[in-house]
């Protein structure tokens, strides 16, 4: 049974109104649909609205920072009118009192300053790089990849399984043994534990070792040049101008 308006109710017509906010002010747009079985009761116009629920919106031009989060500098030595006196709150003598930087961070006046007081650590503690990762880990088990994919640190970073970052993004890949293998894969990287060659051999994979960039070290070139005249491969030796002339003479003549 449809419940109607009533004899009394006036006929709503099939173009009925609804009222939607936009700005501070409300716009009535209109739309073709049936008529409510049942009476609304009619939203407030604008000019019905309390005027403290009228404040200003937000809009670009009137952004601010909150009142008091931003505090202007201080400008040192601009005259009596800047409120500083006569010595602009820096004194009358003294080393902080003259111009240019004062005193560096940490000093105390010539005494032994406290970061040298302190005793050294080791590792991370002390600044040293013995506590940081040499290698980005991972260890064996299922991966995420074809069967005939090979497991290196280009393939996991393209499948985003690892994702490193800042300072172990120009880490090698190390692979670990914790972890068990059922499938024979191929494993591509700068290092593998003992444990991770021998599940991936006995799975029936390959554990290829990565050639990395050799490390820089003191007396590098002599041990290279050592091992070059060992073998009988070592470099040439580069010649100055001077002993250039001198055989050209000598050719010459």
Not at 17 to 27: D, K, M, Q, T
Not at 39 to 47: E, F, K, N, V, Y
Not at 222 to 230: Q, R
Request: charged share 25%.
């Amino acid at each position: 049974m449809r419940v109607g308006l009533g004899a009394q109710a006036p006929a709503l017509s099939q173009s009925s109104l609804i009222r939607s906010f936009a700005g501070c002010r409300l716009v009535h747009q209109p739309f073709a649909a049936r008529a409510p079985l049942l009476r609304l009761r009619p939203m407030a116009t604008a000019s019905e609205w309390p005027e403290e629920s009228m404040g200003e919106r937000l809009r670009l031009h009137n952004l601010s920072p909150q009142p008091g989060s931003r505090k202007a500098r201080n400008r040192k030595g601009r005259g009596y009118g800047a409120g500083q006196g006569g010595s602009a709150g820096f004194g009358m003598r003294g080393q902080k009192s003259r111009s240019g930087s004062g005193m560096r961070p940490g000093f105390e006046g010539g005494q032994t300053p406290l970061y040298r007081r302190l005793p050294k650590l080791k590792g991370i503690a002390g600044g040293m790089g013995a506590g940081l990762p040499d290698y980005v880990i991972f260890n064996v088990g299922p991966v995420p990849l074809p069967p005939d994919m090979e497991v290196s640190l280009q393939t996991l970073c393209s499948a985003r399984i690892i994702n490193p970052s800042g300072r172990e993004a120009r880490l090698p890949l190390k692979i670990l043994g914790n972890g068990k293998l059922t499938e024979p894969r191929t494993y591509r990287a700068a290092a593998f534990s003992e444990s991770a060659r021998a599940s991936i051999e006995a799975a029936g994979g390959q554990a290829i070792i990565e050639p990395q960039k050799t490390k820089w070290r003191r007396g590098a070139a002599a041990w290279a040049k050592a091992a070059g005249e060992a073998a009988g491969t070592a470099p040439k030796q580069r010649k100055s101008r001077a002993v250039k002339k001198k055989e050209a003479k000598a050719g010459a003549s």
